[in-house]
């Protein structure tokens, strides 16, 4: 291995005088687990070369060497503040691929389940967004507001954080007695929390002037380089997998999708806000339609088996849609999983957005995208 | 990837499109509720014989593999065509002229992911296009999957061997990360890429890419 020839798009650059390259991450607070190359002329961003894999594990490649079932619990962890709905498009593929009918009440579980996850991730995300732009104040409220619907899930699946919840044929466990008066007291609470927080986050004149017309992304953009979830919506697309490809009891539920048209950084940051409301919105309705009782779960046999084919699942995350791609080869393990993961997607965005922004614009509009490194990086 | 046999006359059905046609009328309506009929077909499908398998054609699905058929003929292979979901599989030489249609003619705008498939047996690597619309509404729920495959070495030299397939970044914008993906884990070149660097891995990873199944983890 001495000096080999360099692999085909590396190359060596030559310090320049006036651009200056900065390296913001992997240890940055601010950048998460990822790195974001940047060269700045002046206080203004020139190029920006994101490089994430700092928390690549393989989950792919583990997923290859266990049973449909045994991957439940590690391909949540890309996500863990959002394990349901990562889980969601590999369950649903899973019943796909072995055939398996979920009763009623399961689906409507399931997406109280989901809604309530994505509520807790986009606080935990929200708060940290708070925190990027200096604003303490955002980072309590959410991380504190966050924990009734965590005691909630709590309640639900045993877990607080990684719920293992969503199996191959249903949910786990059934719902503890009395869940539904519960939740919709702490569900009602909730909303009437998150809306408190346009007074103090999203009606600011300060936080206005510091993402309006920032990091703009035109439509036309938006849909070439292929983004998903809150920012194709905050660039005026009308596109939720949950409205678009309704799985399990989406359908039936009466909830709207947020669009706006502005395209910029306070869009971003606003429309995951609006969906909360949009969940809270689900999960009382989801609550009024569901059957009061009945099974919850398909008893698997052990190490179920797919046919030989492939299945192609997506859900809407909290972050965008996210699908799960499987290979099967009549063996109890996938021949292979790919999971299309929405940071991943929307991280194209990145050198896009920034490049012409001043420096200190960057947390707010990296922020903004959604990213969960973890995630991408799988 | 099993079932090639049946998949040919799957293909050819645009002619006779009188009886599918019949059919198609009451099928959008039988379809969705049941979500398990694409299950059951598709676990069938190497069972059964492929007359069985004509009835179960969604009639949107089959106009837009009719199109695709129709312009490429021989050049494609209809794979399966479930409800919302078609897969199309396209030599290497052909998948550019294939996503170009796909894009300008069927209004596909974006690539949701970019799958790469190991298969040492066939000493061939796949890759899988996953393409959906945001702009088409009759498109909202498809899903296209374009399949095309690269020669496979024993020995990689990720860049330098004859695993290359051409790229579908000049068509969609938004496979540039998935491709980089792509060729760092399975080892597949993209030529026309402007920028095949890692991503995810480290710059001196020297082994095997990951995801081939000769990689195989330690312990396992």
């Known amino acids: 291995m001495s000096t080999p020839a360099l692999p085909p798009g590396l190359a060596i650059q030559k310090v320049d005088e006036r651009i200056m390259t900065l390296n913001v991450g992997p240890q940055h607070p601010g950048s998460g687990h990822m790195r974001i190359i940047v060269q700045i002329d002046g206080d203004y961003i020139v190029a920006c070369d994101p490089d994430p894999g700092y928390v690549h594990r393989g989950e792919e490649k583990m997923a290859e060497y266990r049973n449909y079932v045994l991957n439940i619990p590690h391909l949540e962890r890309p996500v863990i503040h959002d394990s349901c709905n990562i889980l969601y498009p590999y369950v649903l593929g899973v019943e796909e691929l072995l055939g398996l009918e979920i009763s009623e009440r399961a689906k409507y579980i399931r997406v109280i389940a989901a809604e309530l996850n994505r509520c807790v991730y986009t606080m935990y995300w929200l708060a940290i967004y708070g925190i990027f732009l200096g604003h303490s104040t955002m980072f309590m409220w959410p991380a504190g507001d966050r924990e009734l619907l965590i005691d909630l899930l709590e309640k639900m699946t045993g877990a607080r954080v990684t719920h293992s919840y969503f199996i191959p044929g249903g949910i786990r466990n059934d719902l503890p007695a009395n869940f539904e008066d519960v939740c919709l007291r702490q569900v009602n609470y909730f909303e009437k929390r998150i809306k408190e927080y346009a007074d103090v986050f999203y009606d600011n004149p300060i936080l206005i002037s510091r993402t309006e017309k920032t990091g703009v992304l035109s439509r036309e953009d938006a849909i070439r380089l292929g983004t998903t979830g809150s920012v194709l919506r905050a660039s005026g697309v009308d596109y939720d997998v949950r409205k678009k490809e309704p799985y399990d009891v989406y359908d039936e539920l009466d909830f709207e999708t947020n669009v706006m048209k502005s395209g910029d950084s306070y869009a971003r940051s606003k429309i995951p806000w609006l969906d909360m409301m949009e969940s809270c919105r689900i999960i009382r309705d989801a609550l009024q339609k569901m059957p009061k009782s009945g099974s919850v779960r398909v008893k698997l046999k052990p190490n179920p088996k797919g046919g030989i084919g492939s299945v192609y699942k997506r859900v809407e995350s909290g972050r965008g849609a996210l699908g799960c791609y499987i290979v099967s080869d009549k063996k109890p393990e996938p021949y292979r999983l790919k999971l299309s993961v929405p940071s991943f997607r929307n991280l194209i965005a990145l050198p896009y957005l920034l490049i012409g922004e001043k420096l200190g614009n960057m947390p707010s509009v990296y922020w903004s995208l959604n990213y969960w490194p973890v995630e991408a990086d799988r | ?220």
Request: negative net charge; without cysteine.
């Open chain 2, 1 to 220: 990837m099993s079932s090639e046999p049946e998949k040919e006359t799957v293909g050819k059905k645009p002619e006779d499109s009188k009886p599918t046609d019949d059919k198609a009328t009451e099928k959008p309506a039988a379809e969705k509720p049941v979500s398990a009929k694409p299950d059951t077909a598709k676990k069938s499908v190497p069972a059964k014989a492929p007359p069985k398998e004509e009835p179960e054609l969604p009639a949107f699905e089959k106009g837009i593999v009719d199109k695709i058929t129709e312009k490429f003929g021989e050049k494609t292979t209809v794979s399966f065509v479930k409800p919302d979901r078609i897969g199309i599989k396209v030599g290497r030489d052909d998948i550019h002229d294939v996503a170009e249609f796909a894009r300008d003619v069927l209004n596909y705008d974006h690539v949701d992911s970019v799958a790469g498939v190991d298969y040492p047996a066939d000493k061939e690597i796949e890759v899988v296009y996953h393409l959906s619309s945001y702009t088409d509404p009759s498109l909202s729920r498809q899903i296209l999957e374009l399949a095309t495959r690269a020669q496979r070495e024993d020995n990689p030299i990720p860049g330098s061997d004859a695993t290359k397939l051409p790229s579908l970044r000049d068509i969609f914008y938004s496979v540039e990360f998935h491709e980089r993906e792509a060729f760092e884990m399975l080892g597949v070149y993209f030529e026309g890429h402007p920028d095949n660097r890692r991503l995810l891995l480290p710059e001196d990873w020297a082994d095997l890419p990951p995801l081939r199944k000769d990689f195989r983890n330690k312990g396992r």
